[in-house]
């Protein structure tokens, strides 16, 4: 086996595509960007097609045309995710999935709806499960693969009011162990990575409400809201043969905020 500190980098990425879910802004779009900076070839996603391809198009102008494609499916429903990765798998394989779509739904557990608890289990967790093991299908057949699920803070810890979406990403945890307890001997390598409170469309109200701000900024010792584009770094490691014999993982990017009380 050779050594994985040759004058290539590990982390270089040439020659491997990466479906990164939920990439038409956010975390998502910062996870690809990093991707892109690290040579591989990307696959933008969401639900909203005209996002989806302004995103390209932007992306596109940056580390060109052949390293940016498009796809459009909603990770909730099985039968489009299976026709969304065959649409992908017809023109190549995907080594790398970023599983990274996900919303959040604010509400005291006494009342919110079965229909809301369902929604956020759904996009938030089931759907790594529905992506995960239809992308794993090609990546066993091949030997090989990553898959990144992208987790939270609340993978570790609660608080009030979020019950469905603290639930949905302590189960990620377990996915992510589940995926590796069947995968890891068929060549793929399954981990998380667990972004703190991080400026984004879904955190916007919390940035603009001075209580909640204060809060973060007081809870996380380094002090501010992560960027986006804080997460790409460990998201590239984690795709990369440089975390060749890591898996079945969480790796928090929090600023410190899982590491004191
Ligand atoms: N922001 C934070 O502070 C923070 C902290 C920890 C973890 N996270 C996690 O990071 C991930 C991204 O968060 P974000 O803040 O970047 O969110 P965001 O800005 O709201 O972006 C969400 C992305 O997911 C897509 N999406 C949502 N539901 C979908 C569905 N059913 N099918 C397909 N695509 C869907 C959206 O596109 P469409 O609307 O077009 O579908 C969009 O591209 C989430 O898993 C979130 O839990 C965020």
Redesign the pocket.
Known sequence: MSSPFEPTSPFDLTGRRALV?????????AIARSLLGAGAQVVI????AE??QATAVALASQFGADAVSTVV????DEQSVVEGVAELEASGPIDILVN?????HREPMLQVSVEDWERVIR??LT?AFLVGRTVARGMIGRGTGAIVN?????TDLARPTIGA?TAA?HGLRGLTRAMTAEWAGSGVRVNGV??????????QPLVDDPVFNAWVLGRTPAGRW?E?EDIGGAVVWLASDASRFVTGQVVFVDGGMTAVV
């Open positions: 879910t939920g990439s038409s802004r956010g975390i998502g779009l996603h969401g639900r909203s996002t989806v499916f909603d990770v909730t990274n779509a996900g919303l959040q996009t938030d759907s992208i987790c939270s803070v609340q979406y990403k667990a972004p703190g409170y991080i400026r984004t469309e879904l955190t992560g986006p």
